[in-house]
């Protein structure tokens, strides 16, 4: 049964979106009786706080109105991250920092809105990234975004699938960007593999070419991601085959850092709450990890492929949480974070010795960083208790 | 004490200056020395103080670095008054039939009086202020009157029975010295202040405190106690209890009025005793030589001596003892001596200025005779970087304050701190109680760099075992590596003009009203955070304590330190009023009762 749900988060979150943050439930959707007992599970946190797994934690960008979703080239040597930090543009740009100079520069072409920005795994010289600036009303709707912030009015944080959306690749040496899909509909989240020839992506294209029927219509536009498949393509966009066909958003995709495997999220049907998915490397043997009741979104696996750390809302519904759980899903998971407030898109570095998230722990959303505990991580999930339900179900 | 002293003479006059080590130095050795009991404190004008501008003096010499263009030394001497006493000041009454002088304990001139003797008739102008014409309800105590040539005798204070609004406004036009200003405009002689039966400190003259500047207000002022009161309204129709009554409902209409036939001499001999701080400034030079554009990087150097200036948050046990002063700022200066290698071995498009800044804790006076010298004129200032209380590194966390003094600030501060990887809190408001105000009030963008308020501030106990050296050469390399782009960049960052939150909020003076409570300034919350209470101040007595937020004061919402001092101008001096704070999140009321500041 799906119900109609709105596409609206507070201001105050964060939720650079889509390497999996679609908020499918607003404040006033999530029912009341519900409080006490999110509260009551808010407040079991067994006297273990985050300094267990996380040493040193800090803030690492700190320009611009808010910067989210920070991801790693092969050598940990840069990272690239979406970042409102231009005052010509409301929207997110992609940037990339030099983690030995703290140089920045910026990846996208400055206009247009972008998000989801992946470093090739083989080599840094390319950058891929989801942009609208191809479409020709962007400078447009930009000027309009401006002038409605300007204004002085906030808008309720919104994610709106702009089928515009096209997956860009940026050449750091020639400056030039290679567009490697060009679909009508939303093509987004994408990520590379270990030897940076293929790219994980989700797209809701399938609703745009095959025919709906009246009630699929409505759907689509009630809530276009609910289409969202899982893609796999080559780097240069040829041989696009989809890898999962089920009902519910699926997105979010990141290969492991030794290409073995694909950890993403799917949304339940309605909506409402979210699991972590694993795969191996085409998209093949499926299986689900998590049945947390809770919005569980953009998982990412240690390096080591031991467990996978993913965002979830366990706690309340505006309060994200990082977790963790084993990479099959035999254990419940574990709680990594204790601070109110949003904490989520966590990614670790390649040789798995920090982690990087974002978070609005003190004030706007920025990339944080903080040491990491692999020994803490392996002990905590040894002791966790078993999986209540659905461990050995095959979501396919 | 005096044992100390002679030993400090001692130093100046024989060992200084070829004795002072100067060979790459630590951190710790720096603070050490600066922090030393036998540099007593640094007071500005002291013999401490200027043994510790020596010892600057040598660190840049033996780094090689220059005195400014110009000059022949690193010192840059300045005037400021660093006492004053009242030799004799007199007032006498002249009516028709009577001549009665007043003195000793009667009369106290104003710390602002000029010098010299005025005969006058007597007008009396009420409470003496005047708001601007701009204000909503505007007063004027002295519309309709004529001043010229004659003597004004005011109230101290505000009119007592006002609230709101109304109540605020005049009490922030209500300084003696604003009262002084306006008596004069006026073309008033001599001006003569008298606290009402209804105000705070009834009947008493007004302490006659200390003001660092050199000039006078151009006026001769004089304060006046209960006896002068009653003598000067002795046969008017009504007492000065009658007319503070009539005064004090705030009603602009009730006007000042003339005294015929009464006279009055004033006789002020105040002795400002003139003393000389110095600031210690020197440069290196853009690589090239030739550069129009300047970055400077500065901390004050001196303190508080034994704390008898009224900044010493010394405990009444603790008697008169050096205040070392280690976190402040030896900290701060030992943190640029540290970055000045790295510096000076790389290239520079501008060139770099190290000022070293005396008289800070008595009004910010030394980086002020710098501004005002003009020896680098602010216009061609490209930033000023101020380090003040940089010792308590802790949890990895730093404050950089005045953030919103440019909108280049964070992405240069993000690049900068990739390596040191401090866990930063920016504060954006450039309106600081430390130098980097001068410079951000001279158009210049500034940063303040600050490790936060802790229990040993302006006391005793700020000695330099206490301090994070490991934490404070982090603090040097983050410093360094902005000063550098700074240096190299090829813009400089562009001021921002950001709006004070109160008009008055000279950071400093917080009125009449005493609450005893020590804010945090470097704690970014929705509220006031306390990082202390005073001993037995009102705010103790109210049961605040450490870490409480203050939300609500008189029934006023209190965002921020300005919100606060502004619910402050509205309350009434004994009478209690509500104050509701957080304390680890819990909502707690309490009742505060609020005393006049001595």
């Known amino acids: ?396 | 004490m005096r044992f100390t002293k002679h030993l400090a003479g001692a130093l100046t006059s024989l060992v200084l200056p070829t004795c002072i080590p100067a060979d790459a130095l630590s951190l710790r050795e720096h603070v050490e020395f600066l922090a030393s009991p036998y540099l007593e404190g640094r007071l500005t004008g002291t013999t401490g103080e200027r043994i510790a501008a020596e010892y600057l003096s040598a660190q840049l010499r033996a780094k090689g670095l220059m005195p400014l263009q110009g000059h022949e030394s690193y010192l840059m001497p300045f005037d400021f008054v660093g006492g004053m006493s009242d030799s004799g000041s007199t007032l006498s009454l002249l009516a028709r039939t009577s001549n009665q002088m007043f003195a000793g304990e009667a009369v106290n001139a104003l710390s602002f009086s000029n010098n010299g003797s005025v005969t006058a008739p007597v007008v009396f102008a009420g409470y003496g202020i005047k708001t601007p014409d701009s204000s909503e309800t505007p007063y004027d105590s002295y519309h309709g009157l004529n001043l010229e040539g004659k003597i004004a005798v005011i109230l101290r204070y505000f009119p007592e029975d006002t609230t709101g609004d109304f109540r605020r406004e005049l009490s922030r036009y209500s300084g003696l010295r604003f009262k002084a200003l306006h008596a004069r405009e006026a073309g008033a002689a001599g001006l003569i202040v008298v606290t009402g039966p209804n105000s705070p400190n009834a009947g008493k003259t007004v302490p006659m405190g200390f003001d660092t500047s050199v000039a006078g207000s151009g006026i001769v002022a004089v304060s006046a106690d209960a006896s002068f009161g009653e003598s000067l309204f002795a046969g008017h129709e009504k007492s000065l209890q009658q007319i503070q009554d009539e005064l004090d409902d705030g009603n602009p209409h009730v006007s000042g009025f003339e005294l015929p036939g009464k006279k009055a001499t004033i006789s002020v001999e105040i002795e400002r005793e003139k003393r000389i701080g110095n600031n210690v400034v020197a440069m290196l030079p853009a690589t090239d030589g030739v550069s129009d554009e300047y970055v400077i990087v500065g901390a004050h150097y001196d303190h508080l001596g034994y704390g008898a200036g009224g900044n010493s948050l010394a405990g009444q046990d603790e008697g008169k003892a050096v205040h070392p002063g280690a976190d402040d700022n030896a900290s701060g200066v030992a943190v640029i001596l540290e970055m000045i290698d790295s510096l000076a071995g790389r290239e520079r498009d501008r060139h770099l200025v190290l000022g070293f800044w005396s008289g800070e804790e008595l009004g910010l006076i030394g980086a002020q005779a710098f501004a005002d010298e003009e020896v680098v004129p602010s216009e061609n200032v490209a930033a000023y970087l101020n380090l003040d209380m940089v010792g308590y590194v802790a949890d990895n966390s730093l404050t950089i304050q005045g953030v919103g003094s440019s909108n280049e600030w964070p992405s240069m501060i993000e690049r900068a701190n990739i390596r040191p990887g401090f866990d930063l809190t920016l504060a954006n408001d450039p309106y600081l109680p430390t130098d980097a105000m001068v410079f951000y009030q001279n158009d210049v963008p500034i940063l303040s760099f600050f490790t936060g308020a802790h229990e040993h501030y302006h006391k005793p106990s700020d000695t330099p075992e206490k301090l994070n050296y490991k934490g404070m050469d982090r603090v040097a390399s983050l410093v360094a590596a902005i000063t550098g782009n700074l240096l190299n960049a090829e813009t400089p960052p562009v001021h921002v003009a950001v709006e004070r939150s109160t008009q008055e909020g000279s950071g400093r003076s917080m009125g009449r009203v005493y609450t005893g409570t020590i804010p945090d300034y470097t704690a970014e919350v929705e509220g006031l955070m306390l990082s202390g209470v005073m001993k037995d101040g009102p705010a103790e007595r109210a049961g605040l304590q450490e870490d409480d937020i203050i939300v609500e004061f008189a029934g006023q919402t209190v965002a921020n330190i300005y919100d606060y001092m502004y619910a402050l101008e509205s309350v009434k001096i004994d009478e209690p009023v509500p104050v509701v704070i957080l304390r680890a999140g819990e909502r707690i009321e309490r009742e505060i009762v609020p005393t006049v500041r001595k």
């Open chain 1, 1 to 396: 049964m799906y119900k109609a749900t709105k596409l609206l988060l507070p201001a105050f979150l964060w939720c650079g979106v889509v390497h999996g943050c679609p908020f499918h439930l607003s404040m006033e959707t999530r029912p009341t009786f519900l409080e006490p007992i999110i509260l009551q599970v808010a407040n079991q946190s067994n006297g273990v706080t985050e300094e267990h797994f996380l040493g040193r934690t800090r803030q690492l960008t700190y320009a611009g109105k808010r910067t989210g979703e920070g991801y790693f080239s092969a050598d940990g040597r840069h990272i690239v991250f979406q970042s409102e930090r231009e005052e010509d543009n409301p929207w997110y740009q992609i940037y990339m920092m030099d983690l030995d100079t703290g140089e920045t520069e910026r990846i996208s072409p400055g206009h247009g809105k972008t998000t989801c920005s992946y470093i090739n795994q083989a080599n840094d010289r390319y950058v891929l990234f989801a942009s609208t600036h191809d479409d020709p009303r962007s400078l447009e709707l930009q000027k309009e975004e401006m002038e409605f912030r300007a204004s002085g009015k906030e808008r309720r944080y919104s994610w709106d699938y702009d089928p515009h959306f096209d997956i860009y690749v940026f050449d750091r040496e020639t400056r030039e960007y290679s567009r490697v899909t060009d679909t009508k509909g939303y093509d987004a989240e994408g990520a590379y593999s270990a030897d940076g020839r293929m790219i994980v992506f989700s797209s809701n294209r399938s609703a745009y070419t095959e025919e709906l029927t009246a009630e699929e219509q409505r759907l689509l536009e009630a809530d276009p991601a609910y289409f969202a498949d899982l893609y796999l393509m080559n780097a240069d966009g040829s041989n696009v085959r989809r890898i999962t066909n089920e009902p519910g958003y699926d997105g979010g995709p990141f290969f492991s850092y030794d290409g073995q495997y694909i950890v993403w999220r799917r949304f339940s049907e309605d909506g409402v709450t979210a699991d972590v998915f694993i795969a191996d490397s085409e998209g093949e043997n499926q299986r689900r990890i998590t049945s947390f009741e809770s919005m569980s979104w953009a998982p990412f696996l240690h390096p080591t492929n031991e467990y996978i750390i993913f965002a979830s809302n366990k706690q309340g519904f505006s309060n994200f949480e990082l977790y963790l759980v084993d990479r099959e899903g035999m254990k419940e998971p574990v709680r990594v974070t204790h601070t109110d407030g949003f904490d989520g898109l966590p990614v670790f570095t390649p040789d798995g010795s920090q982690l990087v998230w974002t978070t609005n722990r003190k004030g706007a959303s920025q990339l944080f960083i903080a040491e990491w505990n692999h020994a803490a991580a392996l002990e905590a999930l040894e002791a966790a208790p078993a999986r209540r339900s659905g461990s050995m179900e095959q979501d396919t």
